[in-house]
């Protein structure tokens, strides 16, 4: 079984922190590359932060540069969002997406958590 389950989310004032984590079972967490995704109500999903398999290329939203950073512990199986000077517009839920990519040909799957939420509020 492929899971993803995400955890650090909770209530916090305009300014704070938080650091969300997504621990993944089920593949071969190395071969894959992770994203996290947040979503409100009544809007489309979008992608916050990703980062290649390796681990050596990321990128960011416009709106979170220079606040979040993403990372990952292969040891762990783990990808981490550390988000800083958090704004009320980052309320949402945050996703964790897992994308494998295999060749000949090329197919690629995701895989998603169940979601945690985000309230930046005073």
């Known amino acids: 079984q492929v899971q993803l389950v995400e955890s650090g989310g909770g209530l916090v004032q305009p300014g704070g922190s938080l650091r969300l984590s997504c621990v993944a079972s089920?593949?071969?967490?190395?071969?894959?590359?992770m994203s996290w995704y947040r979503q409100v109500p009544g809007k489309e999903r979008e992608l916050v932060a990703g980062?290649?398999?390796?681990?050596?290329?990321?990128n960011y939203a416009d709106s979170v540069k220079g606040r979040f950073t993403i990372s990952r512990d292969n040891a762990k199986s783990t990808v981490y969002l550390q988000m800083n000077s958090l704004k009320p517009e980052d309320t949402a839920v945050y996703y964790c997406n897992a994308r494998l990519t295999i060749l000949g040909p090329l197919r690629k799957y995701d895989y998603w958590g169940q979601g945690t939420q985000v309230t930046v509020s005073s």
């Open positions: 089920g593949f071969t967490f190395n071969n894959a590359a």
């Open positions: 980062m290649t398999s390796a681990g050596g290329s990321t």
